[in-house]
């Protein structure tokens, strides 16, 4: 059983909006935060912005506040991205992921990449002009 699966990626205009889904099962959906990361080509993987799972507090990186929206539904075990505004720079593999227990805060986790115990297969999004 996959612990995270995500869906709902696609070939959009810029300025669309796309919604991104991250279905959890298992252990991914017992973690105590879970983020989203892209991978555009030819580029490293990169944060785009992370929640914890129990109080809903969120952290995003610079570039992904104000188009970006990461949220949770626990009782579905999915997380969301909404993009809006999307624009060329945004194509990119969309993975999420999920991680334990850390002294590390979400936002040194998302930046860094760091402690995250589940990853997801990703998600395409490719945006044209």
């Known amino acids: 059983q996959v612990p995270l699966v995500e869906s709902g990626g696609g070939s959009v205009q810029g300025g669309g909006s796309l919604r991104l889904s991250c279905a959890g099962s298992g252990g991914a959906f017992s973690a105590r935060v879970m983020g989203w990361f892209r991978q555009a080509p030819g580029k490293d993987r990169e944060g785009v912005a992370g929640v914890y799972i129990g109080d809903g507090d969120t952290y995003y990186v610079d570039s992904a506040k104000g188009r970006f929206t990461i949220s949770l539904d626990n009782a579905k075990n999915t997380l969301y991205l909404q993009i809006n505004s999307l624009k060329p720079e945004d194509t990119a593999m969309y993975y999420c992921?999920?991680?334990?227990?850390?002294?590390?805060?979400?936002?040194?986790?998302?930046?860094?990449?760091?402690?995250?115990?589940?990853w997801g297969q990703g998600t395409q999004v490719t945006v044209s002009s």
């Open positions: 992921a999920a991680g334990g227990s850390s002294i590390l805060p979400l936002a040194y986790r998302v930046k860094h990449l760091s402690g995250w115990d589940y």
